[in-house]
Every structure is written in structure tokens, then in C-alpha cells.
């Protein structure tokens, strides 16, 4: 019913949005997932994001839907079979084949399996982070990517891991050798 009128896969799991979000009073948020689909190095899936608003803002309802707009979500994987976990989100404009392959290049990067010219900036003061090649391979090792976009015409990779901030990895398709990678803590929503 949520998604009536949309073309849709199957939708294997329903997840509960935390509070906290973007989502003002009286609303709650819900994410339906569909069933991830094979492609070459990897596997795409769409989530739904469904808005229900209350009427009388009440925090148990009742709730009526009020919006729902699909992602798109990547994930690598060197077997037929797609994972469950540590899908990441791509913005809009980024399709599904290019965020794959970026997405590879990143983890090669990330991994030091692919060498390149890092340029570093940190805006949390960490100050190991930035002072060699080894301690920024060291922390990107302990992160996964979370979610891709465009930023100034490159390919940007932000990493959550379990110290403070996201790490950026920015792909400038134009030096492929160089990658600018910054530690920062996100804006408040």
C-alpha cells in the first residue's frame, strides 16, 4: 500500500528510521528495502524512504503517509551472492555502475592496494591523522563508506568508522594519482 503507483522490486526488510533525523514532530520515517539485484563487481538495491505524519501530532499516531522517494544503494561483492550490510547510498546523478566502480577504486585506495598522492586536511584535530601516508591508511582501514556524491566535479566517498567525524575521500577523474582526503565532523540536520 505504502508504495502503490511506484515500480518496485521485492521488499525484503522494513527499518525503523531513529528519531532524529530529519523528520519533524508528529512525523515518523520507515525505510523498505527492497531485494538487492547481481550486476558486474557487485549489487544495487533501492531503499524507500515512507514519511507518515500525524494529524494531531501525537507521538503514537494515528499516522497517514505523507511522502515516499526512492535511493539507490550499492554494495561490492565478489561472489554471486549480494550482502545484506554496508550498502552505500548514492546521491542523485551517480549511477549505479559508476558508483561500483568508484566505490572499487575507493576501497583499493582505502586499502593501500591502490597507491596514489594524498592530500590531507583535518578539521577535527586529530593530530596523527594527517602526518604521513601510513597514519591515513591507518585510519581509512577502520572505516567503510556510507554514502557517495558529487562535489565539485569529483567523486566524493565519506567513511564512517567508530572515532569521531566521516573521512572523505575525494576522486578528481582528472588526477587520478592524487586523492584529497578529509576528517571532519558533519553539519547538525
Do not use: Q
Request: aromatic share 6%; charged share 25%.
Amino acid at each position: 500500500m505504502v508504495l502503490r503507483g511506484k515500480t518496485h522490486g521485492p521488499v525484503e526488510a522494513v527499518e525503523v528510521v531513529p528519531l532524529g533525523h530529519m523528520a519533524p514532530p508528529g512525523f515518523v520515517e520507515r525505510d523498505l528495502v527492497e531485494r538487492p539485484v547481481p550486476t558486474d563487481g557487485g549489487c544495487v538495491r533501492r531503499r524507500w524512504r515512507a514519511s507518515f505524519r500525524s494529524p494531531t501530532l501525537e507521538r503514537d499516531g494515528p499516522f497517514v503517509l505523507d511522502s515516499v522517494y526512492a535511493m539507490t544503494e550499492v554494495a561490492l561483492t565478489a561472489t554471486a551472492t549480494c550482502p545484506t550490510s554496508d550498502y552505500v547510498h548514492l546521491n542523485p546523478g551517480i549511477e549505479p555502475g559508476k558508483g561500483l566502480a568508484t566505490l572499487l577504486r575507493a576501497d583499493g585506495i582505502r586499502t593501500g592496494r591502490i597507491r596514489v598522492a594524498f592530500g590531507c586536511k583535518d578539521h577535527i584535530g586529530d593530530a596523527g591523522f594527517c602526518r604521513n601516508r601510513a597514519s591515513i591508511l591507518r585510519e581509512l582501514r577502520t572505516r567503510r563508506p556510507w554514502i557517495m556524491t558529487w562535489e565539485d566535479g569529483r567523486l566524493a566517498v565519506s567513511m564512517k568508522g567508530r572515532t569521531p567525524g566521516i573521512v572523505t575521500l575525494r576522486l578528481d577523474p582528472h588526477a587520478p594519482d592524487r586523492v584529497n582526503v578529509v576528517k571532519a565532523v558533519p553539519a547538525p540536520f
